[in-house]
């Protein structure tokens, strides 16, 4: 069964820095497009960044320059690279997988990690 499982959430001071993964099994995952999302309490979930099959990149404007995304296709990964977090990146930090079929799309989610950045 397809799963994302993504890890390295806590609990960080303003200005630091965390690396979040997100572990794909049981999907061909070169071929998905992968994106981070973040919901904080009573807000909806929104995109924070993406990166296509073919590595383009897109960003949130709230966190360009502050965050990257990559993958490692060879160990099925995507990773977000956050620096200079601030209070207002406090959410839970979801990985998201789709691929667009000839009919429909194929789209999963992980179960989140939480990401709490003090002041």
């Known amino acids: 069964q397809a799963q994302l499982v993504e890890s390295g959430g806590g609990l960080v001071q303003a200005g630091g820095s965390l690396r979040l993964s997100c572990a794909a099994s049981q999907i061909t995952f070169h071929a998905y497009d992968m994106e981070w999302y973040r919901q904080a309490p009573g807000n909806q979930r929104d995109l924070v960044a993406a990166i296509t099959s073919g590595e383009i990149t897109n960003f949130a404007d709230s966190v360009k320059g502050r965050f990257t995304i990559s993958r490692d296709n060879a160990k099925n990964m995507v990773y977000l690279q956050m620096y200079s977090l601030k209070p207002e990146d406090t959410a839970v930090y979801y990985c998201?997988?789709?691929?667009?079929?000839?009919?429909?799309?194929?789209?999963?989610w992980g179960q989140g990690t939480q990401v709490t950045v003090s002041s």
């Open positions: 998201k997988g789709h691929r667009r079929l000839a009919v429909g799309e194929l789209v999963y």
